[in-house]
């Protein structure tokens, strides 16, 4: 060790020399090299190593240009795809065929909730079923919050997904996001937004309250995944060549209305032919033709095998309804048939869309008690009354036939009157039977206030209710 470099380890005991960077440097290299995700596949010398199952905490994302090209396909699908905007509109139209409601035994919570649900800005009668409608066709969604810090007013934004450049999450539970990176404008760093969640940090003056900058909802993400994928990744592609086939086919259409004359002459050399065309122009609409033995005219018309055509479009589209979960009947199929398959698989895409149903409940859910803590924090509304609560209420996704049901009830009661006299069953259970099936007509029975009531009703002395 030269005098100089001893002095300098004298004065900066931390000081590290060249060899020693360098090994910290090829330390660092090698263990980014061992994170990369296996499509990454970087590795050219063959001296590292990479996990199977990718590096570092979200396992399970898709690749950056995957997920930006991801949103570009489902743009432009919408823009340019009949059946990508016609599904989309579908699940659309079940799931808000009527608006949603929030309400509040408190009048206090009720107003606040009704000046953030029909404010301008906000608009959600209009806005969330267009935004529930971009979740499924993005699988994100990003909306920034501004809070006036007067009143705690809510006004919502938003951020297209494909702005965001990273999403962070809980190390100790990667479910939840805990903050946004958008990218940023000019060479400059883009904003951060933390995810509104409850604060749990019990010394703060929020504990306990929603807090954060944005709200961030994803939709099917892998459990180890940071970000969401749109509901028809696995479709975009077979959509796309399902329309081609079909505009390819319909392209093709005009030549199967057509047809040529096919004029044998027989016996006739080259130039007869010739010249027996320049004197006989093919015949017009409604004219007169004649010729001998030696002539013979036949119209000839493409034979494009159309049966076969319409069979693989069917194909194809049944594939892509399957794999959605919706029947053709509910795509401009007709007939009996599709009646028929209507009225028995209805349940399937019902229960799909009930479930989707109960995840925008959830969003409603959460939205408003941060609009509600909001207004605690601000001091313009009292923790006691935000205690009271609020309710979200969801449309019915399937309507009821009223018909049927009432057709039923007589021959249901008659069952009931005879399964009872038979001894089968009791009559408190042929009441909450009856009550049941009654609820269907949206009203709630409950069945046991029911038999204490008749039994209430009872004369004195007698043993039974009838």
């Known amino acids: 060790m030269s005098f100089r470099e001893w002095m300098a380890r004298r004065l900066s005991p931390g000081l590290k020399t060249d060899d020693e960077v360098r090994e910290i440097v090829k330390e660092e290299i090698d263990r980014a090299r061992a994170a990369l995700p296996i499509t990454a596949n970087y590795d050219p010398n063959n001296e590292g190593y990479r996990r199977m199952g990718g590096g570092g905490q979200n396992l399970r994302d898709l690749m950056p240009m995957a997920q930006d090209r991801m949103f570009e396909i489902a743009y432009f699908m919408f823009d340019s795809s009949a059946m990508t905007r016609r599904m989309a509109r579908m699940d659309k139209g079940f799931l808000f065929a009527e608006p949603i409601t929030v309400t509040s035994e408190d009048e206090d919570v009720q107003d606040i909730i009704d000046r953030f649900w029909h404010d301008p800005e906000n608009n959600m009668d209009l806005d ?111 959509i796309d060549a399902l329309e081609r086939y079909g505009f390819n086919y319909l392209e093709r259409a005009e030549f199967m209305l057509n047809f040529v004359w096919d004029v044998l002459l027989k016996g006739m050399t080259e130039e007869q032919i010739r010249e027996w065309l320049q004197n006989n122009p093919p015949p017009e609409p409604g004219s007169m033709r004649a010729h001998n033995e030696q002539v013979e005219w036949n119209a000839v018309a493409p034979d494009l095998k159309s049966a076969d055509i319409t069979k693989g479009f069917d194909m194809g589209k049944s594939f892509i309804l399957g794999s959605a979960g919706r029947p053709d009947s509910w795509y401009g199929g007709g007939g009996k048939a599709y009646q028929k398959e209507a009225e028995s698989m209805d349940q399937v895409p019902i229960k799909d869309l009930d479930e989707r149903q109960l995840h925008i409940k959830h969003m409603v859910t959460y939205v408003v008690q941060f609009v509600i803590d909001q207004s605690v924090i601000a001091g313009r509304l009292s923790p006691a009354k935000a205690e009271t609560g609020f309710v979200v209420n969801m449309p019915e996704i399937s309507k009821k036939d009223t018909a049927k049901l009432v057709s039923g009830v007589p021959q249901l009661a008659t069952a009931l009157g005879m399964a009872e006299q038979s001894r089968w069953i009791t009559r408190d259970t042929a009441t909450k039977i009856f009550a049941f099936v009654a609820g269907q007509f949206g009203i709630d029975i409950d069945a046991d206030a029911e038999i204490d009531a008749a039994k209430k009703a009872l004369p004195d002395g007698a043993e039974d209710y009838e």
């Open 128 to 238: 969330l079923p267009d935004q529930v409608m971009w979740l499924s066709l993005l699988g994100e969604q990003l909306w920034p919050v501004e809070v006036n810090p007067h009143n705690g007013h809510v006004t919502l934004g938003y951020v297209d997904p494909s702005q965001i450049s990273k999403v962070w999450v809980n190390r100790m539970n990667i479910k939840h996001a805990v903050r946004v990176d958008l990218m940023g404008d000019g060479g400059r760093a883009g904003k951060k937004l933390a995810v509104i969640r409850r604060d749990n940090n019990i010394n703060s003056k929020t504990y306990g309250r929603m807090q954060g900058d944005c709200f961030f909802w994803r939709i099917n993400k892998p459990p180890s995944g940071s970000r969401g994928r749109s509901d028809f990744l696995t479709l975009f592609d077979w």
